[in-house]
Nanobody, 115 residues
Framework: QVRLVESGGGVVQAGGSLRLSCAASRSIFSISPMGWYRQTPGKQRELVAHITSSANTNYADSVKGRFIISRDNAKNTVYLQMDSLKPEDTAVYYC?????????WGQGTQVTVSS
C-alpha cells in the first residue's frame, strides 16, 4: 500500500478553476492506475479520472473537456486540473492508487463550487 495525501481543495465560484494534488509516500512509478474519485452525501463514490503508468487517461463523461489528470513520477504526485467548474462538481475528492494487497485511498479534500 501507499499513503496518499490530497491538497488543493477549497471554495470557488462557478466557472473557476482548482488544481488538486495527491502526494504519495513512496514511488508511484509502477502504480497503475492512479486516479481521482468524488463523493457527495448519500451517493456512491464515483470515478472522475484515471491515469496509467504509461500516462493513458480516461475520464467520466461529466468532466471530459474540463478536467485534466496528470502525474509526476519524480515528485510521487498526481494532479487534477479542474477548469470551468460547475456547482454539480461539489464533492469530496479522493485520490486512489491501485496497490497490492488492497487499494489505497487518501483522506479526501472538499471542493465546493458556488453558483
Amino acid at each position: 500500500q501507499v499513503r496518499l495525501v490530497e491538497s488543493g481543495g477549497g471554495v470557488v465560484q462557478a466557472g473557476g478553476s482548482l488544481r488538486l494534488s495527491c502526494a504519495a509516500s513512496r514511488s508511484i512509478f509502477s502504480i497503475s492506475p492512479m486516479g481521482w474519485y468524488r463523493q457527495t452525501p448519500g451517493k456512491q463514490r464515483e470515478l472522475v479520472a484515471h491515469i496509467t503508468s504509461s500516462a493513458n487517461t480516461n475520464y467520466a463523461d461529466s468532466v471530459k473537456g474540463r478536467f485534466i489528470i496528470s502525474r509526476d513520477n519524480a515528485k510521487n504526485t498526481v494532479y487534477l486540473q479542474m477548469d470551468s467548474l460547475k456547482p454539480e462538481d461539489t464533492a469530496v475528492y479522493y485520490c486512489y492508487a491501485n496497490t497490492y494487497p488492497r487499494d489505497s485511498w487518501g483522506q479526501g479534500t472538499q471542493v465546493t463550487v458556488s453558483s
